[in-house]
């Protein structure tokens, strides 16, 4: 014979379990219960699908892809329709200056400068 063993429940729990056990005793119907819920409980969980790793791995890498191309089209995009930073443009302007100032060193002129007058 299987241990028996107390379980103090509240009392309308008990007229619950009286009111729908019908022909059941009271342990049988409990257990019932259980294995009912038990029994609905894996089925659950077998009728969902998991990810694997490689998934979630190809996931990853795709939403890395994707913005990095986010990033790529605002960078650009803002590049095109902001203004230029002020710093951009003292390193246009100094690339300019030395562009002239090699190219007057290269007619070995040096470093002058002539004024046309009309």
Do not use: C
Request: glycine share 4%; hydrophobic share 35%.
């Amino acid at each position: 014979m299987a241990d028996k063993r107390m379980l103090i429940v509240p009392a309308e729990l008990v007229k619950k379990i009286d009111d729908n056990r019908g022909d059941m005793s009271q342990a049988e119907f409990i257990e019932f219960l259980f294995n009912s819920q038990l029994n609905q409980k894996t089925q659950e969980h077998d009728d969902k699908q998991y990810a694997t790793k490689d998934e979630l791995h190809s996931l990853e890498l795709d939403i890395k892809k994707l913005l990095r191309n986010f990033l790529d089209f605002f960078v650009s995009y803002g590049l095109e329709l902001g203004k230029q930073s002020p710093k951009t443009e003292f390193e246009e302007l100094s690339s300019r200056l030395q562009e002239l100032e090699n190219d007057l060193a290269s007619e070995g002129k040096g470093k002058e400068a002539k004024i046309k007058w009309k």
